[in-house]
Every structure is written in structure tokens, then in C-alpha cells.
T-cell receptor
Framework: SQELEQSPQSLIVQEGKNLTINCTSS?????LYWYKQKYGEGLIFLMM?????EEKSHEKITAKLDEKKQQSSLHITASQPSHAGIYLC???????????FGTGTRLQVFP | KAGVTQTPRYLIKTRGQQVTLSCSPI?????VSWYQQTPGQGLQFLFE???????NKGNFPGRFSGRQFSNSRSEMNVSTLELGDSALYLC???????????FGPGTRLTVT
């Protein structure tokens, strides 16, 4: 089973709507990273959250880390077509010294 | 500051051949990690290099190898290519091990 689960796997929203993507770890998190990927291209670093219930925002994207639940959520407010892509969470988790990635959430935003 | 660059961007090889991919990290970054991304398995860690030393390795066969040079540039090599090696290979650099990683555009390898 995946150590890092993302939900939903796919999301289709109308422009202007808000949405949330979740990333849950089965093990203790030490750091959580959010990336965005356009199909077939590299990953664009969005935000890093460190252990301790941190919350960060960049433009219309807000990410939170809930250390009790070992979960992070990525929230997009007033979505735009430019937000479309694949969102991946990556995490430093206990007992590993490499970055583990979730399976990704494919976001489509239609006008 | 220039981002992570990878060459070539696209590559087509036949089974049994070998391939070498190159990655130039962001200036000042000393850690380089390699990942394989496929539709079925997602993004999987291959290995990480720091100061010319392999620091960590994922669960891939010995056909996959890499190295890092004194200028932090890195190469990965895949020998005896198999159809299942077709994937997007991503390289990421960070200042030090454990810091946030910045990814290159990837090399799309197709094995026929």
C-alpha cells in the first residue's frame, strides 16, 4: 500500500470554485512538500510545510499540515484554468531518508 | 538563476541498449536526486547524490546506476534496457540533503 495517499485522484471543477486536495501519510511526517506538474513536464515547487501544524499561502493556494492526523490539505480559492495540472505531495517520513511521493491529483478547471 | 536542466529531453532506444541521461543542478546546489515516473507506479525514487557520493538508493535493479561530478552535475545510466524502463526520468536538486527539491523538465525515454 502507498505510504502517502492523495485524494481525490481526479477533480473537475468549474472556474471560480474552491477545491481541496488531501495528502495523508501512514507514518510520522517530518516535512511535507506540494508540487504541481503539467502533463509530461517537471514538477514545480509550490510550498514546504514543516512539522508543527504549519500553514502557508501563495496567491490563491493555501496548504496546511495537521500533524495529529499526519495529513496535509491544499486549498485553491476561486480556481482558474491556469490551476489545472497534477498536484503531487511529497514527504519526509519516519524510517526513510528519501522523499516519498503521493500518487497525484489531476485537476481540470473548465470555464 | 538558471533552473535544473536535463538532457536530452526525449530519447528513443531499443531493448538491450543502454542510455545515459544528464542533469545539471541549480548553481550552488550540491544534492541531486533522480526519479522515475510512470502512469502505473507514479513517481519513484531512484537515487540521491551529494558531493559525488551516493547517499541513498531506491528499490531499482543494478541496471540503474548514477554518478555525480565535482561540479555537482549528475548522470544516470540504464543498461540492458527493457520495455518497462519507458518513463519520464526526473532530476531534482537541492542545496543540501533534506532541503526542498527543485525539479528539471525531465527526459522522456521510450524503449521499443
Amino acid at each position: 500500500s502507498q505510504e502517502l495517499e492523495q485524494s481525490p485522484q481526479s477533480l473537475i471543477v468549474q472556474e471560480g470554485k474552491n477545491l481541496t486536495i488531501n495528502c495523508t501519510s501512514s507514518k510520522t511526517l517530518y516535512g511535507l512538500y506540494w508540487y504541481k506538474q503539467k502533463y509530461g513536464e517537471g514538477l514545480i515547487f509550490l510550498m514546504m510545510l514543516q512539522k508543527g501544524g504549519e500553514e502557508k499561502s501563495h496567491e490563491k493556494i493555501t496548504a496546511k499540515l495537521d500533524e495529529k492526523k499526519q495529513q496535509s490539505s491544499l486549498h485553491i480559492t476561486a480556481s482558474q484554468p491556469s490551476h489545472a495540472g497534477i498536484y503531487l505531495c511529497g514527504a519526509d517520513i519516519i524510517d526513510t531518508d528519501k522523499l516519498i511521493f503521493g500518487t497525484g491529483t489531476r485537476l481540470q478547471v473548465f470555464p | 538563476k538558471a533552473g535544473v536542466t536535463q538532457t536530452p529531453r526525449y530519447l528513443i532506444k531499443t531493448r538491450g541498449q543502454q542510455v545515459t541521461l544528464s542533469c545539471s543542478p541549480i548553481s550552488g546546489h550540491r544534492s541531486v536526486s533522480w526519479y522515475q515516473q510512470t502512469p502505473g507506479q507514479g513517481l519513484q525514487f531512484l537515487f540521491e547524490y551529494f558531493s559525488e557520493t551516493q547517499r541513498n538508493k531506491g528499490n531499482f535493479p543494478g541496471r540503474f546506476s548514477g554518478r555525480q561530478f565535482s561540479n555537482s552535475r549528475s548522470e544516470m545510466n540504464v543498461s540492458t534496457l527493457e520495455l518497462g524502463d519507458s518513463a519520464l526520468y526526473l532530476c531534482a536538486s537541492s542545496i543540501l540533503t533534506g532541503n526542498e527539491q527543485y525539479f528539471g523538465p525531465g527526459t522522456r525515454l521510450t524503449v521499443t
